[in-house]
């Protein structure tokens, strides 16, 4: 009976109490390691209000346009899909936004992977304990599954890397997708079959991925989800290192948002492109009073 009403209270904390946004800054990898800021941020303007956006990753930046892949929460279906936004980096507005991928289960954190002159993407899709990679064409919007990369298991928020030739996906396993355990999987290439390889502790509440590995220095940062106050509280990054396919993690900065923030209530998103630019989501409470109050009944039951 617990674990119904506080699944309930969760999904009403989650779409409807909420509001996601992205935004976009002027930052740099080293920037955000050695200060822990992000400088101005740029917030999306819409109007919307059956859907937010959230899990923002860059396929490309114009002079006049940035062009990202979101996950698009729809409020009344309580189920994300994959969307493609266009937005006019002048005004801030959306220019376009298409919806790519929609299934029957909950998508979202559509991590890009680029190889030569290849697209492709792989969302979250935990509901249906598997993890797909889809061919993507930003011509004509088109989206084919490519090949299945994980089976069996309850997923969250996968982060794929390679190191020496050999390829890794790390991600956080369903019921315990927000603790201190990351699973490692890996594979002989970027779209094979992946076997899980191992684990690696990291503090606690603070497994879960929470954008693209980068490098940094020649150092690979994962940026994972600070859960300790609740979801998308703030964002761990951390280096990670790999010795004969063993991981280890040493945490080395904590970001939250700017007080002043039209959305200073979270994030759980961090993103580069060229090293240059960062997206991040964020997000504020639609209805405060009624978040603020189902916060702390759940904490009760807990």
Request: charged share 25%; net charge positive; hydrophobic share 35%.
């Amino acid at each position: 009976m617990v674990k119904r009403i506080l699944r309930r209270l969760n999904k009403i904390i989650r779409y409807d109490a909420v509001r996601w946004n992205i935004g976009f800054a002027d930052c740099t990898p080293q920037q955000l390691i050695d200060t822990g800021k992000m400088g101005e941020v740029k917030w999306v303007k819409h109007n919307l209000k059956e859907s937010w956006f959230a899990d923002p990753f860059i396929l490309n930046v114009t002079d006049s346009h940035y062009d990202v892949l979101v996950e698009e929460m729809d409020v009344k279906k309580n189920r994300g899909k994959i969307s493609r936004l266009i937005i006019d980096r002048r005004t801030m507005e959306i220019a376009s936004q298409t919806t790519i991928l929609e299934l029957t289960t909950h998508l979202s954190f559509p991590h890009i992977v680029s190889k030569g002159d290849s697209l492709f993407f792989y969302p979250e899709n935990g509901e249906s304990e598997s993890l797909d990679l889809y061919r993507f064409s930003p011509v004509n919007n088109t989206v084919i599954k490519e090949k299945n990369l994980i089976s069996g298991e309850k997923i969250v928020d996968a982060q794929m890397l390679e190191i020496d030739g050999r390829h890794y996906i790390l991600g956080t396993i369903k019921p315990n997708q927000s603790k201190d355990i990351v699973t490692v999987f890996e594979s002989d290439s970027f779209d094979g079959k992946y076997k899980k390889s191992g684990t690696f502790t990291v503090a606690p509440t603070s497994a879960r991925g929470a954008g693209e590995i980068f490098k940094c220095n020649g150092k690979f940062i994962r940026p994972s989800q600070d859960s300790a106050k609740g979801y998308g509280n703030g964002v761990v990054l951390s280096e990670i290192t790999c010795v004969n396919g063993q991981f280890s993690n040493r945490e080395i900065r904590r970001i939250y948002p700017e007080k002043d923030s039209p959305f200073r209530d979270g994030l759980h998103t961090v993103n580069f492109f060229q090293d240059s630019l960062l997206v991040i989501d964020g997000y504020n409470f639609n209805k405060r009073f009624l978040a603020l109050a189902i916060n702390k009944l759940r904490k009760l039951l807990q």
